[in-house]
């Protein structure tokens, strides 16, 4: 019940989002005419469309996608039509004979045409226009559904959305349509009215086409709700709570037990391990993907932990649980595991079994388990090292182990490993897969179809944007044409991107420039001072280490092969 008062919620502040204001003049179009026959009828076709449009994008496949572009240009062409008959009768006349069946109910040629079904038709094609405009509770829902599959509970969710959004614009509708009546009886300027919505109808059209629903007018609006929707989910879903306190020589609590093993896809380093053969161990189970930045720095202190420990009774488990497509390849992870120098046990969770069984939600997490295979600590991320190696120090004195060598892990890890910057206010982990996509600044994206990008020259911080001919697809956007280029404005110390060569694993070089000059000195481990580097296989690269601080900073990488495929960017 709360996700959906959440999702309702969520729809009724739409009408303060700025990709929404194309669309108002549409709506306000037949603000004059009754509303139980004109008003109410397009509303709820808005709706349905919308819900429905919303549904086939997260579940029902790239067929379902590649119908909503081509609904928008349809949509586009009727509303156009719709602004060029508000200005002018003899125009509608005109414009409308080829269009007789669907222009006589969608463009309102006639102002005598009070059809119920004309409205819903013109509420359809402004669902169509609508669905692109998605805030991070939207985003949610859809993420929800891509994950869980196709259900009753995900329409329910979407028309629940779409429901919030049609009453704040129902009362919109019904106040801007006492103010256009009383206009027309004071004023008398009923036809120049009808013309100025033409002229809005045919703005709103333009700003559509040209991607400024989702561009510009993000960046101009002073009525973004991406603030006010974060606060509501964050509301539903906090953040996770931080790892119990360790008190020296208090007992560590018994959070639950063990769960099976036997789901693991395949081990690595190891023969099948279970819940059996690890009783009267001390067992750390790390989860991880080899790809995400944060496993990656947290991985020298458990490789140190078990190198320390493991002649002490400590076993390390590493769950491999992919986030991305390619990592669920075995030999994509064999070789990172090699990379990586990773020489304990590993299993390959590709069906998320043991991440099910241990209820996760977070990369990193680490489990620790005492001999008797009950959980009696857990932490989610990274740092808190010292009180972690405190925990396995404890579990492994109350086995009975004695004489443990003393202090603390020191790894001093380099690269990618070394410990984050701790800047609070760097650039959030960033999607390029439309699936998880945000702050993108370079207009609409066409979904799983080739399409020719242009960059702003100007972005916000945290903005990014493509350049060139790239197909965005749900978790990756792959570059389809040589020197085409992904910009981002960040702050952090370190850049990084996971990025993958051609289908075919050729090698795709790049270069990158910091502020449209050579990196210098704060080149990252996988490129040189002059930026240059090589796409060799599918992994996090990092491409910028800045030097000193950790300042905001123009990023851009170009390819001059094509065929790359980028993943995310995350920050240090």
């Known amino acids: 019940m709360l996700v959906l008062i959440l999702a309702y919620l969520g729809g009724v502040l739409t009408i303060l989002s700025p990709c929404i204001l194309p669309v108002l003049p549409f709506v306000f179009a037949r603000a004059d005419r009754p509303f139980a026959r004109n008003g109410l009828p397009m509303l709820v076709g808005m709706a349905l469309t919308f819900a429905l449009v919303a549904t086939l994008a997260a579940v029902g496949g790239s067929w379902a996608i590649q119908a909503n572009q081509y609904g928008r240009i349809i949509a586009l062409i009727v509303l156009a039509a719709l602004g060029l008959t508000l200005l002018s009768t003899r125009l509608a006349e005109w414009i409308s004979r080829p269009f007789v069946a669907l222009g006589n109910k969608l463009s309102q040629r006639s102002e005598e045409d009070d059809s119920i079904w004309s409205a819903a038709g013109l509420g359809v094609a402004t669902g169509l226009l609508w669905a692109p405009c998605a805030g991070p509770i939207l985003g949610l829902l859809l993420t929800g559904a891509a994950l869980n599959g196709a259900s009753l509970q995900t329409s329910l969710l979407l028309l629940t959305y779409a429901l919030g959004a049609t009453t704040s614009l129902a009362l919109a509708l019904l106040v801007g349509g006492r103010v256009f009546s009383l206009m027309k009886r004071s004023l008398g300027a009923g036809e120049w009215v009808r013309r100025a919505l033409g002229v809005l109808v045919l703005a709103g059209v333009a700003a559509i086409a040209l991607g400024l629903d989702t561009g510009v007018l993000t960046r101009v609006s002073l009525a973004s709700t991406g603030g006010i929707e974060q606060k509501l989910i964050d509301a539903a879903r906090p953040a996770p709570a931080p790892a119990p306190v360790v008190k020296q020589g208090e007992p560590l609590p018994v959070e639950g037990e063990l769960p099976s093993l036997q789901g693991a896809t395949q081990w690595f380093n190891t023969p099948p391990l279970s819940v059996q053969s690890l009783r009267g161990k001390v067992v750390l189970v790390d989860f991880w993907t080899y790809s995400c930045i944060n496993c990656i720095r947290a991985l020298p202190y458990v490789h140190a932990w078990a190198d320390k420990y493991k002649d002490h009774g400590l076993v390390v488990i590493g769950v491999h649980a992919p986030e991305f497509a390619f990592e669920k390849d075995p030999q994509n992870v064999s070789k990172a ?236």
Do not use: C
């Not at 595991?337 to 069984?357: R, T």
């Not at 997490?365 to 190696?389: K, L, M, V």
């Not at 179809?449 to 697809?473: C, E, F, I, S």
């Open 337 to 572: 595991i090699k990379d990586l120098g990773v020489d304990y046990p590993v299993a390959l969770d590709n069906d998320y079994a043991i991440w099910k069984g241990f209820n996760n939600e977070y990369w990193p997490a680490h489990y620790f388990i005492d001999p008797q295979g009950r959980i009696r600590h857990h932490h989610f991320g990274e740092g808190e090292y010292e009180q972690s190696e405190d925990v396995i120090r404890q579990l492994l004195t109350e086995a009975g182990q004695k004489n443990l060598p003393g202090g603390y892990v020191q790894p001093g890890a380099q690269g990618a490993e070394a410990a984050g910057s701790g800047d609070a206010m760097r650039s959030p982990e960033t999607y390029v897969g439309y699936a998880r996509a945000e702050n993108f600044a370079g207009g609409q994206v066409a979904h799983d179809d080739v399409w020719t990008y242009h960059a702003p020259k100007t972005l916000m911080t945290n903005q990014w944007a493509l350049d060139g001919r790239w197909t965005v697809r749900d978790e990756n956007a792959r570059l389809d044409a040589a020197n085409g280029s992904i910009v981002y404005r960040f702050r952090g110390r370190d850049l990084h991107l996971v990025l993958g060569p051609t289908h075919d694993g050729k090698p795709v070089r790049f270069r990158v420039t910091i502020d449209g000059k050579t990196p210098g000195a704060d080149h990252g481990m996988d490129t040189d001072s002059d930026g240059n580097g090589t796409v060799t296989s599918q992994r996090l690269y990092q491409l910028v280490r800045q030097a000193n601080g950790t300042g905001e900073r123009t990023f851009e990488i170009t390819f001059l092969d094509p065929g790359v495929q980028a993943y995310a960017f995350t920050f240090g």
